[in-house]
């Protein structure tokens, strides 16, 4: 299986769920295998907008961090879908995966931190 192989090789993991039980779904299934493989891991929450998240509520009950949230917004869609890259043709984004980037690289680095002292 692809994502067990990815898991396995893997220092960090950032799990990506949208706010949908389908969503919620699928990120308690790779739940399961990062703690299978005892890795150290984050989420991120997709697509978020005001209302009901089952992938947030996930996360608080498992006390998984939530590294960031990506807003539901069309102009990012519209992006995507034409193969652009969105942190470079957009301040906005750039500013917002920039953080997302930096939050990640924290989380692992104290995960790497703890895990050394262990």
Do not use: W
Not at 40 to 54: D, M, Y
Not at 82 to 102: D, K, P, Q, T
Not at 108 to 118: C, G, I, K, T, Y
């Amino acid at each position: 299986c692809a994502v067990m192989e990815s898991i396995q090789d893997a220092d960090f993991c950032v799990l990506v769920a949208e706010p949908t039980i389908f969503g919620a779904h699928n990120l308690a299934m790779v739940y399961e295998l990062v703690s299978l493989f005892h890795k150290p891991f984050g989420a991120v929450l997709n697509k978020c907008q005001a209302g009901e998240n089952p992938s947030e509520t996930f996360c608080l009950e498992h006390r998984i961090p939530i590294l960031g949230r990506i807003p539901f917004d069309a102009e990012l869609g519209a992006l995507n879908a034409e193969g652009g890259i969105a942190a470079r043709e957009n301040e906005r984004y750039r500013a917002l995966f920039g953080s997302l980037l930096e939050q990640i690289g924290k989380e692992a680095r104290h995960e790497a931190a703890s895990d050394s002292q262990r």
